[in-house]
């Protein structure tokens, strides 16, 4: 067994609301960017690029610019949005494949630190 797919045996036993296949959990594992879809205080849709890590349970949201954004501080406890990580397999032949989930996300603090812990209920995939 090499060391990812015992890092994804680890992580397979916590539980989500959504149940990752092997295939999923590598496609995520291997990949920190991904686009979030959420709907702010203004009522208007938004989507934005955003850098993820993902623990097999949760997906992290962080950066530099995260606790200035006016967006990300409308992020209220179980705010329903979807991170969408897709890609395209060759840059020589038209092959699409990711992941969409949806979840609830809520946005923490940590002394100076803001970042969105987002809890996967829902998920959909393809090309994998």
Request: with cysteine; charged share 30%; net charge neutral.
């Amino acid at each position: 067994m090499d060391c990812l797919e015992k890092m994804m045996t680890q992580r397979t036993r916590r539980t989500t609301g959504a149940d990752f296949t092997e295939k999923e959990l590598r496609y995520l594992m291997e990949r920190s960017l991904g686009r979030l879809a959420f709907v702010c205080s203004d009522t208007q849709a938004h989507i934005m690029p955003v850098l993820f890590e993902f623990d097999g349970a949760y997906f992290y949201l962080s950066g530099w610019n995260l606790k200035y954004s006016e967006r990300f501080q409308d992020v209220s406890p179980n705010s329903k949005v979807t991170l969408l990580v897709d890609d395209v397999e060759s840059p020589t032949r038209w092959v699409p494949r990711g992941v969409e989930i949806t979840g609830e996300a809520e946005s923490r603090e940590k002394g100076n630190y803001l970042y969105v812990r987002i809890k996967p209920v829902g998920k959909t995939s393809w090309g994998l």
